[in-house]
Structure formats: C-alpha cells, structure tokens
C-alpha cells in the first residue's frame, strides 16, 4: 500500500500499472487515467488504520488506509494478492473492498 501511495504522489504510472493489471482494459486509457489523476491530485498523507492478512507465506490481505489529499480524504480497506497465488509473488492491487470519500 505504502508504494502505490508513493507512486501516485511521484506519479510513477507504469509502476501503478504493474501492480495494478487490468487485462480487459486498454493500457493506453489506463495510463492518460492515470497520468491526469496524478497531475491533478495534491497527496498530503498517509495513515494505515489496520491490516489483514499479508504476513510473509500469505497471498492474500487487506489493509485499510487514510489517504489525505487537498480538499478531502479517501479511506479505503483495499484488497491485494499475491501474482500467480504464490507465496513468493509479487503484492498487486485487486480492488477496493470498502470505499469512502
């Protein structure tokens, strides 16, 4: 979690895109998405309010965050997985659990 905030901050798209796989969608609309919500998006903080799951031979966790930005705050239980269902795979991105803006 702590990565992919720093990437959004940076704006390191194509590390966002890798740990994020979206394979029904078009990669060059992903990334312009992705590019314009990091240029126009002012990150402040980040809070990790708990997590489940995620130890080391897990391959599955979620972690529930704070994300402070200029004009509000997202809070979000993400969930993520491991690539290929190994213990030994990278963290990827699945999906928002729980959202709130």
């Not at 990669?27 to 903080?45: A, F, H, I, K, P």
């Not at 972690?63 to 402070?68: H, K, N, T, Y």
Request: one cysteine or more; proline letters at 3%; aromatic letters at 8%.
């Amino acid at each position: 979690m702590r990565s992919r905030y720093s990437a959004f901050v940076l704006a390191e798209v194509e590390y966002l895109l890798a740990t994020h796989p979206e394979p029904d969608r078009d990669e060059t609309v992903r990334r312009n998405e992705l590019m314009r919500s990091c240029r126009q998006t002012r990150w402040q903080g980040l809070k990790i309010r708990d997590v489940q799951g995620g130890g080391r031979d897990a391959t599955e966790g979620t972690v529930m965050f704070e994300a402070r930005y200029r004009g509000g705050v997202l809070k979000e239980t993400s969930l993520f997985q491991r690539r290929n269902g190994s213990p030994e795979g990278d963290w990827l991105y699945v999906r928002a659990v729980a959202l709130e803006v």
